[in-house]
């Protein structure tokens, strides 16, 4: 079993920047693919970033290449997304979720989640 928690939404204008954190426990929490996921009011669960624990090879939609940032640190289980230049369509509650080794874009493939962190930029 992997717990995840996460922390860090808020309320941003547009242009503006948060970081989110997600803390990752549990026996096998070192060995698992961290993704950020995000849904917005009346939408489906939207793949955002991913990235391996070995390695720290990283995956990003297209809507926010360039902008944000996944990254980790093994240390301390935790897995961060740096968000830039943030626009009001980058409103959502976001998620961090955990699967065995490798990153998939496909929120089904993941076997655990965080509780999700709103987040809401204002035009």
């Known amino acids: 079993q992997v717990q995840l928690v996460e922390s860090g939404g808020g309320l941003v204008q547009a242009g503006g920047s948060l970081r989110l954190s997600c803390v990752a426990s549990?026996?096998?929490?070192?060995?698992?693919?961290m993704g950020w996921f995000r849904q917005a009011p009346g939408k489906g669960r939207e793949f955002v970033a991913g990235?391996?624990?070995?390695?720290?090879?990283?995956y990003y939609a297209d809507s926010v290449k360039g902008r944000f940032t996944i990254s980790r640190d093994n240390s301390k289980n935790t897995a961060y997304l740096q968000m830039n230049s943030l626009k009001p369509e980058d409103t959502a509650v976001y998620y961090c979720?955990?699967?065995?080794?490798?990153?998939?874009?496909?929120?089904?493939?993941?076997?655990?989640w965080g509780q999700g962190t709103q987040v809401t930029v204002s035009s």
């Open positions: 549990g026996r096998t929490a070192s060995s698992q693919a």
């Open positions: 979720a955990a699967r065995s080794l490798v990153v998939t874009t496909n929120d089904l493939e993941y076997s655990y």
């Open positions: 990235i391996r624990w070995r390695g720290g090879t990283v």
